[in-house]
Protein backbone atom coordinates (compact mmCIF):
# COMPACT_ATOMS: atom_id res chain seq x y z
CA UNK A 1 0.00 0.00 0.00
CA UNK A 2 3.04 2.57 -1.45
CA UNK A 3 1.26 5.75 -1.45
CA UNK A 4 4.37 7.60 -2.93
CA UNK A 5 5.98 5.57 -5.68
CA UNK A 6 9.14 6.31 -7.58
CA UNK A 7 9.35 3.47 -9.71
CA UNK A 8 12.98 3.75 -11.78
CA UNK A 9 15.12 2.74 -8.95
CA UNK A 10 18.29 4.50 -11.10
CA UNK A 11 19.11 6.91 -13.87
CA UNK A 12 22.34 7.60 -15.39
CA UNK A 13 22.79 11.25 -16.60
CA UNK A 14 25.45 12.98 -18.91
CA UNK A 15 26.94 15.77 -17.36
CA UNK A 16 25.23 19.15 -18.53
CA UNK A 17 22.24 17.00 -19.67
CA UNK A 18 18.51 16.92 -18.12
CA UNK A 19 18.13 15.11 -15.44
CA UNK A 20 14.17 13.72 -15.05
CA UNK A 21 13.55 12.10 -12.07
CA UNK A 22 9.65 11.04 -11.47
CA UNK A 23 6.80 10.38 -8.79
CA UNK A 24 3.66 8.83 -8.33
CA UNK A 25 1.18 9.29 -5.39
CA UNK A 26 -2.23 7.48 -4.77
CA UNK A 27 -3.60 9.69 -2.27
CA UNK A 28 -5.68 12.46 -3.47
CA UNK A 29 -5.58 14.03 -0.46
CA UNK A 30 -1.73 14.96 -0.55
CA UNK A 31 -1.58 18.61 -0.91
CA UNK A 32 2.15 19.31 -0.42
CA UNK A 33 5.08 17.75 -2.15
CA UNK A 34 8.78 17.30 -1.64
CA UNK A 35 11.90 16.23 -2.76
CA UNK A 36 14.78 14.99 -0.65
CA UNK A 37 18.56 14.30 -1.43
CA UNK A 38 20.61 11.95 0.64
CA UNK A 39 24.45 11.28 0.48
CA UNK A 40 25.87 8.00 1.70
CA UNK A 41 25.85 7.31 5.34
CA UNK A 42 24.07 11.00 5.47
CA UNK A 43 20.60 12.07 6.60
CA UNK A 44 18.37 12.95 3.51
CA UNK A 45 18.65 16.84 2.46
CA UNK A 46 15.16 19.05 1.96
CA UNK A 47 15.94 20.30 -1.30
CA UNK A 48 12.09 21.83 -3.26
CA UNK A 49 8.61 21.76 -2.50
CA UNK A 50 5.56 22.24 -4.11
CA UNK A 51 1.91 23.26 -2.97
CA UNK A 52 -0.85 21.71 -5.08
CA UNK A 53 -2.09 24.91 -5.45
CA UNK A 54 1.12 25.57 -8.39
CA UNK A 55 1.47 23.11 -10.95
CA UNK A 56 5.91 23.98 -10.91
CA UNK A 57 8.43 25.82 -8.66
CA UNK A 58 11.36 26.91 -10.02
CA UNK A 59 14.64 27.19 -7.80
CA UNK A 60 18.18 27.42 -9.90
CA UNK A 61 18.89 24.20 -11.57
CA UNK A 62 15.98 22.68 -9.90
CA UNK A 63 12.55 22.69 -11.07
CA UNK A 64 8.98 20.72 -9.39
CA UNK A 65 6.36 19.89 -11.63
CA UNK A 66 2.70 18.65 -10.14
CA UNK A 67 0.36 17.22 -12.17
CA UNK A 68 -2.46 16.89 -9.92
CA UNK A 69 -4.90 14.73 -12.76
CA UNK A 70 -2.27 12.08 -13.03
CA UNK A 71 -1.27 12.16 -9.70
CA UNK A 72 2.39 12.35 -11.08
CA UNK A 73 5.06 15.25 -9.74
CA UNK A 74 8.74 15.34 -11.41
CA UNK A 75 11.81 16.82 -10.60
CA UNK A 76 14.12 18.32 -13.18
CA UNK A 77 17.51 19.08 -12.70
CA UNK A 78 19.34 21.40 -15.53
CA UNK A 79 22.25 21.14 -16.15
CA UNK A 80 23.31 18.21 -14.02
CA UNK A 81 26.90 18.39 -12.31
CA UNK A 82 28.83 15.66 -11.17
CA UNK A 83 27.84 16.56 -7.58
CA UNK A 84 24.47 15.91 -7.68
CA UNK A 85 24.95 12.34 -7.72
CA UNK A 86 22.86 10.91 -4.96
CA UNK A 87 19.79 9.46 -4.40
CA UNK A 88 16.75 11.34 -4.73
CA UNK A 89 13.51 11.12 -2.15
CA UNK A 90 10.05 12.10 -3.47
CA UNK A 91 7.83 12.79 -0.25
CA UNK A 92 3.98 14.02 0.56
CA UNK A 93 2.71 15.02 3.54
CA UNK A 94 0.16 13.23 5.32
CA UNK A 95 -1.95 14.01 8.39
CA UNK A 96 -0.46 15.35 11.54
CA UNK A 97 3.34 17.00 9.40
CA UNK A 98 3.63 13.23 8.75
CA UNK A 99 6.03 13.20 5.50
CA UNK A 100 5.16 9.72 3.61
CA UNK A 101 8.27 8.93 1.20
CA UNK A 102 9.07 6.97 -2.29
CA UNK A 103 11.70 4.42 -1.96
CA UNK A 104 13.77 6.88 -3.64
CA UNK A 105 15.98 6.75 -7.06
CA UNK A 106 19.85 6.48 -7.37
CA UNK A 107 21.42 9.43 -9.67
CA UNK A 108 24.57 9.10 -11.37
CA UNK A 109 26.04 12.05 -13.41
CA UNK A 110 28.41 10.43 -15.52
CA UNK A 111 31.33 13.25 -16.68
CA UNK B 1 26.77 22.64 15.86
CA UNK B 2 24.87 19.90 14.02
CA UNK B 3 21.72 20.75 13.33
CA UNK B 4 20.27 17.26 14.82
CA UNK B 5 22.82 14.54 15.69
CA UNK B 6 21.85 11.22 17.06
CA UNK B 7 23.73 8.50 18.51
CA UNK B 8 25.95 5.97 17.99
CA UNK B 9 26.32 5.83 14.22
CA UNK B 10 26.60 2.44 14.24
CA UNK B 11 25.90 -0.01 16.29
CA UNK B 12 25.95 -4.08 16.23
CA UNK B 13 24.24 -6.38 19.03
CA UNK B 14 22.98 -9.72 19.52
CA UNK B 15 19.70 -10.76 19.19
CA UNK B 16 17.70 -10.21 22.70
CA UNK B 17 19.59 -7.37 23.31
CA UNK B 18 18.16 -4.14 24.85
CA UNK B 19 19.76 -0.50 23.28
CA UNK B 20 18.86 2.80 22.63
CA UNK B 21 19.90 5.51 20.09
CA UNK B 22 19.72 8.96 21.18
CA UNK B 23 18.61 12.48 19.22
CA UNK B 24 19.33 15.57 20.05
CA UNK B 25 18.25 19.02 17.50
CA UNK B 26 19.56 22.66 18.37
CA UNK B 27 17.51 24.52 15.91
CA UNK B 28 14.38 24.90 18.10
CA UNK B 29 11.86 23.01 16.49
CA UNK B 30 8.80 21.94 17.66
CA UNK B 31 8.42 18.52 16.07
CA UNK B 32 10.75 15.44 16.39
CA UNK B 33 10.45 11.47 14.66
CA UNK B 34 11.96 8.66 14.27
CA UNK B 35 11.87 7.13 10.97
CA UNK B 36 13.34 3.27 9.68
CA UNK B 37 14.93 3.09 6.45
CA UNK B 38 14.66 -0.66 5.72
CA UNK B 39 16.01 -3.30 3.67
CA UNK B 40 14.20 -2.05 0.56
CA UNK B 41 15.71 1.42 0.92
CA UNK B 42 11.64 2.64 2.02
CA UNK B 43 11.82 5.69 4.40
CA UNK B 44 9.23 5.05 7.09
CA UNK B 45 7.72 7.10 9.90
CA UNK B 46 7.90 5.14 13.49
CA UNK B 47 7.20 8.51 16.27
CA UNK B 48 6.11 12.31 16.05
CA UNK B 49 6.37 14.21 19.04
CA UNK B 50 5.53 17.65 19.71
CA UNK B 51 6.53 19.32 22.82
CA UNK B 52 7.21 15.92 24.53
CA UNK B 53 3.75 14.94 23.49
CA UNK B 54 3.29 12.12 20.85
CA UNK B 55 1.19 12.98 17.96
CA UNK B 56 2.35 9.89 15.24
CA UNK B 57 2.68 6.54 16.71
CA UNK B 58 2.53 4.23 13.91
CA UNK B 59 1.87 0.52 13.59
CA UNK B 60 5.52 -0.26 15.39
CA UNK B 61 6.13 -3.15 17.69
CA UNK B 62 5.62 -2.52 21.66
CA UNK B 63 9.66 -3.24 22.12
CA UNK B 64 10.02 0.09 20.23
CA UNK B 65 9.40 3.24 22.76
CA UNK B 66 10.39 6.58 22.59
CA UNK B 67 11.12 9.07 25.33
CA UNK B 68 11.29 12.69 24.76
CA UNK B 69 13.05 14.43 28.11
CA UNK B 70 12.14 17.79 26.27
CA UNK B 71 11.63 19.26 23.19
CA UNK B 72 14.99 19.15 22.06
CA UNK B 73 15.38 15.77 22.48
CA UNK B 74 14.05 12.53 20.86
CA UNK B 75 15.53 9.03 22.25
CA UNK B 76 14.59 5.51 21.16
CA UNK B 77 14.88 2.58 23.39
CA UNK B 78 14.55 -0.64 21.77
CA UNK B 79 13.72 -4.04 23.48
CA UNK B 80 14.32 -7.79 22.84
CA UNK B 81 16.60 -6.83 19.75
CA UNK B 82 15.12 -9.67 16.67
CA UNK B 83 17.25 -10.08 13.16
CA UNK B 84 14.53 -8.36 11.62
CA UNK B 85 15.03 -5.13 13.65
CA UNK B 86 18.53 -4.04 11.10
CA UNK B 87 18.16 -1.00 9.38
CA UNK B 88 19.24 2.26 9.17
CA UNK B 89 16.93 4.81 11.76
CA UNK B 90 16.45 8.37 10.77
CA UNK B 91 16.06 11.01 13.55
CA UNK B 92 14.72 14.05 12.11
CA UNK B 93 12.76 17.70 13.48
CA UNK B 94 10.55 20.34 11.94
CA UNK B 95 8.65 23.21 13.27
CA UNK B 96 5.11 23.40 12.53
CA UNK B 97 5.55 27.21 11.62
CA UNK B 98 8.07 26.50 9.03
CA UNK B 99 6.66 24.35 6.61
CA UNK B 100 7.58 20.52 5.78
CA UNK B 101 11.13 20.90 5.48
CA UNK B 102 12.22 18.43 8.00
CA UNK B 103 15.88 17.93 9.27
CA UNK B 104 17.30 15.07 9.50
CA UNK B 105 20.42 13.29 11.42
CA UNK B 106 22.90 11.21 9.79
CA UNK B 107 21.53 8.18 10.95
CA UNK B 108 22.23 5.12 13.03
CA UNK B 109 22.90 1.88 11.39
CA UNK B 110 21.74 -1.04 13.08
CA UNK B 111 23.10 -4.50 12.83
CA UNK B 112 21.58 -7.18 14.81
CA UNK B 113 23.21 -10.58 14.94
Known amino acids: DQQVKQNSPSLSVQEGRISILNCDYT??????FLWYKKYPAEGPTFLIS?????DKNEDGRFTVFLNKSAKHLSLHIVPSQPGDSAVYFC??????????FGQGTRLTINP | DTAVSQTPKYLVTQMGNDKSIKCEQN?????MYWYKQDSKKFLKIMFS???????INETVPNRFSPKSPDKAHLNLHINSLELGDSAVYFC????????????FGSGTRLTVV
Open chain 1, 50 to 54: ISSIK
Open chain 2, 27 to 31: LGHDT
Open chain 1, 27 to 32: NSMFDY
Open chain 2, 49 to 55: YNNKELI
Open chain 2, 92 to 103: ASSHRDRGYGYT
Open chain 1, 91 to 100: ASVGGAQKLV
